[in-house]
């Protein structure tokens, strides 16, 4: 049978195979952990099959030689060594591709797709994996997005890079510097805010006020430290009021472009500083609230730089940072449930990294990853435990697994986010509420009966499990992004094409950390046996092909199956 006519066969199945599997399938970190669960091990002997499963939640996706080094250094040491790696810059990299555009284009400009080849380069080649993935994670708590056009693509950059520089910093410090982003500043328009003005009814712009209470630091309601809701008669208490949110907006008026010689022009923008849109935002005192500001039970009245210290200092010591936060990187990461007891555990963590210090945020990837429910594998085996996986992490995986190699050493894949696509591109979600809510339930399913949320399902549908499908198809196929530019030839997978049980083997153990059912792993290996090997006689090359046309297949198949779509 040709591979084109077993391919077409998949495509009229997989999709609602997908849908209707993945939607019963799924779910978070089922119940409650026993009270006593405590972190992993330091100490212990790492199968391939462990190693495998904690690269999934830390990198873009396993290589070999990941699997190796893991198993080397152990858990510990290995977060140890990420944490210690820095990130290439995407701000460095934008700007010397603008340098090479406009050496035969002295007019070019950037555009989010080359935004795009810098994350997908450093996504499936960089060696700061850890780094990467919690610069996404990051991206998705704080939001912008290049869909708003007033977001530049070179600033968008540096935001990106700002992220990855804080990601095992203090929550505190990144806190400010995405106070300060000009590109925060102009997604949520309190860039140039003007102080409010009684004879003209001019009041200051809320919306960074509200959503970085609301979305990115203590949530909507009061939280208890395990992240469950306190309530007052059975109703929950909400953590701030309409007057909290005035009040704060009042802080951030007077903030706009950075300018080494600050006037009312470069306050509204005109005569801009070139590096303006990668540089922290600054005061201007003319434009900024003299009034008092009362918020979450407190008040200051002070210069721009004094409000603002006074204001983020309260918000980060509020009790809900820590489980709120917590409960967010764990829904990134590992599972979209997790356990109350498991919840508080991280945020206690958050709370006090054990050496007296409040936000550490190294120490709270630790404990989210080395936590025994992220590391028990009996905990992952439960039927409601687990996450989806986000579609542009299945494709950056796809990527970083298989040494897909971009022709052009730009990796030339344009946005995804059409639904015909992935349903998705960093930086580029269609709200402040990100791609979906953390909270979602997704309705008429055993999950929504279970009460369980499974955020990414906000954007799985017949389309999107379509486009995914028909997007990897040709990935995997012939490659992918302008002019098939990002290709893999499947070396390691080829070598052992010949042996259909070695090949199912080597999907299990690089893409399903050996979880893989016995029904997946027959319908692989009876539709690789299904591409016959050309008998003696033939050209090398048509074995050749026949061999490399078993290795797309068996990778396509693993990708879209619900076995590998659901991260456990």
């Known amino acids: 049978m040709s591979i084109g006519s077993i391919w077409r066969k998949l495509r009229a199945v997989i999709a609602p195979a997908i849908l209707a599997v993945a939607l019963t399938s799924c779910g978070g970190g089922g119940g409650e952990a026993p009270g006593e669960t405590s972190p992993a091990p330091t100490a212990i002997s790492i199968s391939d099959a462990e190693a495998g499963r904690f690269l999934t939640q830390t990198t873009f996706g396993a290589t070999d030689a990941d699997i190796a080094t893991l198993k080397l250094l152990g858990y510990r040491a290995w977060l140890d060594q990420q944490m210690a790696t820095v990130s290439p810059s995407h701000l460095n990299y934008l700007d010397n591709r603008l340098a090479q555009l406009r050496l035969t284009t002295p007019t070019a400009t950037l555009n989010a797709n080359h935004f795009y080849e810098s994350f997908w380069l450093y996504s499936a080649t960089g060696n700061s994996q850890l780094r990467e993935r919690m610069k996404l994670a990051l991206s998705e708590i704080f939001v912008i997005s290049m869909v708003d056009p007033n977001v530049d693509t070179r600033g968008a950059g540096a935001y990106y890079d700002m992220l990855g520089a804080n990601a095992f910093g203090n929550f505190r410090t990144l806190l400010e510097q995405v106070t300060l982003h000009p590109m925060m ?180 990837v630790r404990a989210i990853l080395l936590d025994s429910e992220a590391r028990d594998v009996s905990v992952a085996a439960g039927p409601s435990f687990g996450k989806v996986r986000e579609p542009m992490v299945r494709m950056a995986n796809w990527m970083r697994t298989f040494g897909a190699t971009s022709v052009s050493g730009r990796y ?114 009876d539709s690789i046996n299904s591409i016959a090997i050309p008998a003696a006689g033939s050209t090398q090359a048509q074995i050749d092909a026949a061999l490399l046309n078993r290795a797309r297949l068996a990778v396509y198949m693993t990708m879209v199956s619900p076995e590998y779509l659901i991260q456990r």
């Open 412 to 525: 030339l894949l344009n946005s995804t986010s059409a639904t015909t696509s992935l349903g998705q591109s960093a930086l580029a979600s269609p709200s402040v509420f990100n791609f979906y809510r953390p909270g979602y339930i997704p309705p008429n399913t055993r999950l929504g009966t279970a009460g369980l949320t499974a955020p990414e399902f906000q954007i799985v549908d017949e389309v999107t499990v379509a486009g995914y499908a028909n997007t990897m198809q040709t990935a995997i196929g012939t490659g992918i992004g302008t002019s098939t530019d990002v290709r893999s030839a499947y070396v390691s997978e080829v070598a052992i094409a010949s042996d259909a049980v070695a090949l199912v083997n080597r999907m299990d153990r690089m893409l399903l950390y050996g979880q893989m059912s016995s029904g997946l792993r027959t319908a692989l290996t």
């Open 185 to 364: 500043g102009v997604y949520l328009t309190y860039l140039a805010n003007q102080r409010e003005d009684p004879a003209t009814g001019r009041n200051p712009d809320e919306n960074y006020a509200r959503e970085v209470m609301q979305l990115m630091t203590i949530g909507v309601d009061e939280l208890n430290i395990d992240g469950t809701v306190r309530t007052s008669g059975g109703a929950p208490i909400p953590a701030y009021t309409a007057a909290d949110i005035s009040g704060l907006a009042k802080v951030f008026t007077g903030l706009s472009w950075y300018s080494p010689t600050p006037s009312n022009n470069t306050f509204f923008g005109r005569n801009r500083d070139p590096d303006a849109s990668a540089r922290s935002m600054i005061f201007y005192p003319a434009f900024h609230s003299t009034s008092t500001k009362t918020f979450l039970g407190v008040s200051t009245t002070s210069d721009g730089p004094g409000d603002l210290q006074f204001a983020l200092n309260t918000i980060f010591n509020h009790p809900n940072v820590g489980p709120f936060i917590g409960r967010q990187l764990i829904k990134r990461l590992v599972t979209s449930n997790p356990s109350p007891a498991y919840v508080q555990r991280v945020a206690t963590v958050f709370n006090n990294n054990g050496a007296g210090v409040r936000g550490d945020m190294a120490a709270v």
